[in-house]
């Protein structure tokens, strides 16, 4: 298991990094199954790992006046989208008419 702060090549068995203490597992809080960081669901019962970078994220996540939680959704969605790498940055642009559009101005 490469460990994602320091990138050592941990045994599988490992829950913090041998060489920097890093966490390299979560367990579930439901059933106690032992997930790695990066999954969303817990491999044992299926439900939502709290711990995930995509769960603190929405648990952070500031409330968007007048949006409720569908403007939320709509915001962490667009948040996600822009995150991933496009196929060819040269071809991204972004215009003030999609910032207010995505604000709701």
Do not use: W, Y
Request: charged share 30%.
């Amino acid at each position: 298991m490469i460990c994602p702060t320091c990138r050592h090549e941990n045994l599988p068995q490992r829950s913090f990094c041998g060489a920097c203490g890093a966490l390299l597992v979560s367990h579930c809080s439901r059933c106690g199954f032992r997930n790695l960081l990066a999954d969303r669901f817990c491999g044992g019962c299926g439900d939502r790992l709290v711990g995930t970078r995509e769960a603190r994220a929405e648990a952070e996540a500031p409330e968007v006046a007048g949006g409720g939680d569908e403007g939320l959704r709509e915001l962490l969605e667009a948040a996600a989208e822009a995150a991933r790498e496009p196929e060819d940055a040269e071809d991204v642009k972004v215009t003030q008419n999609d910032i207010d559009a995505l604000f709701g101005d």
